[in-house]
């Protein structure tokens, strides 16, 4: 009798692993918010809640790269976010410091690449060099890519296409009778991912606020009411159990 029960369990639980690595989203993209409500809920300054959303960042990167998750890719600072009290964007821009010092010998372990989208040049210069060196340190690592928007926004990106577009046809030979939306994508920011195939927005706000405006055309999108720094492994799996419903039809039948 007691020899059974465990065999039972293994059974189970390859079972359920299983149907876990079903029609899994190629690149799921996050919207971390809710961190401010965490922590004023615990009495506590909104930084506590930006600090605690990096282990949040951890569990997420280790479940979604394990799960067979293509491309990560997280909305770390938007280009509105610069409007935040100086002291509070001050500490945004130490987070990847903070995030890699506990996180890096992790990822490492776990195959993944790290690259950023967004207006690399203006984050400040300690930000960009903790950035630059772990870009550096996994990019041989082939397995999930774990890309942060950081100094984001989605309109800009659009803008700065279209402008490098121009210069292009201008002067680079481009004709414009050879523009198209995979020539245009080209041009984003996310040339070289394919577009998000689930989008997960936390606490409980439905809005795309400026993320990933051309290329979440087809994405699928989730809410959760969970605050960002309680998002975690069981949270992820159920967007991607709700994920697996979904019947995609790219505007066909
Ligand atoms: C939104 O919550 C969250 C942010 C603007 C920052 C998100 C960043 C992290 C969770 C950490 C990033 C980690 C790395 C490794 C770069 P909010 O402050 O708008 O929350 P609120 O809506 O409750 O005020």
């Not at 050879?178 to 998000?196: G, M």
Request: net charge negative.
């Amino acid at each position: 009798m007691s020899m059974k029960i465990p065999f039972l369990k293994k059974k189970q639980k390859a079972e359920e692993s299983q149907d876990d690595l079903e029609n899994v989203p190629g690149h799921v993209a996050i919207i971390m918010d809710g961190n401010g409500r965490w922590a004023q809920r615990k009495g506590l300054p909104r930084i506590s809640g930006h600090k605690e959303g990096v282990h949040a960042v951890n569990k997420v990167v280790k479940i979604a790269s394990q799960s067979g998750v293509k491309a990560l890719t997280m909305f770390a600072f938007s280009t509105e976010n610069w409007k935040r009290p100086k002291s509070e964007v001050d500490f945004l821009m130490k987070l990847p410091k903070e995030f890699l010092h506990m996180y890096l010998p992790e990822i490492m372990d776990n195959n993944v690449r790290i690259k950023t989208i967004g207006e690399f040049d203006a984050l400040p210069e300690h930000t960009k060099k903790v950035i630059e060196y772990a870009v550096d340190s996994t990019k041989n690592n082939d397995g999930m890519l774990l890309n942060f928007a950081l100094n984001y926004g989605g309109r800009y990106e659009i803008i700065r296409a279209v402008d490098k577009i121009i210069h292009d046809i201008d002067s680079n030979g481009l004709s414009i009778n050879e523009l198209d939306e995979e020539l245009f994508s080209q041009y984003l920011y996310t040339k070289e991912l394919q577009d998000p195939d689930l989008l997960i927005r936390t606490s409980g706000e439905q809005r795309l606020s400026n993320f990933l405006l051309w290329q979440s055309a087809y994405t699928e999108f989730w809410f959760t009411d969970v605050l960002w720094p309680d998002f975690d492994e069981h949270v992820f799996k159920e967007a991607l159990r709700e994920y697996q419903q979904r019947k995609r039809r790219y505007g066909g039948l």
